[in-house]
């Protein structure tokens, strides 16, 4: 459509090449109030189902058809499938940003298909690499996802901008029990994705962090703009997610002073106590001991 002109040019910018828009079933939807009611509804679907599916909101009152109109409307459509590559859902991406947009994304809201908790996407395209290379490679936002398929790294997947669930990890864990996890450096990023690995540390999952490099980009899709090899790298330098929660108590308090170490070991010692296994356990009360200088059985303790 002469219309999606400006979208074609968007995703272009974006990187994203004529084979991943197909793949992916990327599409756009014009700035109109009720393009998309009035299309489905001259296709035979009930105005009911149009509702239940998520696509139409209903106004109070509405009646005969009037007081209809399309939750999508002048955005870029990311479909969401479920693992067995079915469409239960959309992310859509506005194009021109107004006070009445309504948000940068507008996602389906819950519907009888479509349950977020549950949905990881791309688990369908992902599923089977994962399984062949045994990792997980969870980043953050599906424009991550897509950027990193297209550059031949397709063990990649997402949980569209929700901590992990215990649904989610389940699921996961079917095709590998090895994680690695990129997310957002600010504090807001690190406590959303804290949530999801402590879910995934309990349910025996190992996890990893990947870090970006100092000024090679903000996310997956920025790095892989600049430079592929960094990204790829920083991914197989990925380090065990009890490094990192050392690392970031120890920036956090100071161990030089007896209130400092007793705050990280406080910190680190709750994540420990969420590892299955006394090995493992043991391992990280002893690596923790020796970086505080303290003996392993006041830890333990």
Request: glycine residues 8%; aromatic residues 8%; contains cysteine.
């Amino acid at each position: 459509m002469p219309a999606a002109e400006s979208a074609r040019e968007y995703l272009q910018k974006r990187g994203l090449t004529e084979q991943t828009i197909k793949h992916w079933r990327i599409g756009f939807i014009p700035d109109q109030w009720e393009l998309l009611t009035q299309y489905l509804l001259k296709k035979g679907y009930g105005i009911e189902d149009i509702i239940a599916a998520g696509l139409t909101i209903k106004k109070e009152g509405a009646t005969n058809g009037k007081g209809f109109y399309d939750r999508f409307r002048g955005r870029i459509m990311f479909p969401i499938f479920d693992m067995y590559g079915s469409v239960v859902g959309f992310t859509g991406r506005v194009l021109i940003e107004t006070e009445k947009s309504g948000g940068k994304y507008v996602n389906t809201p819950e519907t009888p298909i479509y349950n977020k908790s549950s949905i990881v996407f791309a688990l369908n395209f992902a599923k089977n690499i994962i399984k062949q290379k045994d990792l997980i490679v969870m980043v953050e936002g599906q424009m991550d996802v897509i950027a990193c398929h297209q550059s031949g790294m397709e063990n990649v997947v997402a949980t569209s901008g929700t901590a992990m669930t215990e649904m989610q990890v389940r699921l996961l864990k079917r095709y590998s029990e090895n994680m690695a996890l990129a997310f957002d450096a600010d504090t807001a990023g690190q406590n959303a994705a804290k949530r999801g690995i402590d879910i995934a540390l309990t349910e025996g999952m190992n996890v990893r962090v990947i870090r970006i490099p100092e000024g090679e980009g903000k996310d997956p899709d920025e790095v892989l703009k600049k430079n592929p090899a960094v990204w790829f790298k920083a991914v197989e330098d990925a380090r065990d997610i009890m490094v990192w929660y050392i690392e970031r108590a120890f920036s956090l308090h100071d161990p030089k002073t007896p209130q400092g170490k007793q705050k990280i070991a406080t910190e680190v010692l709750t994540e420990i106590a969420r590892l299955p296994g006394a090995v493992t356990q043991d391992h990280w009360l002893n690596e923790l001991a020796s970086k505080l200088q303290l003996e392993t059985s006041v830890l333990r303790d």
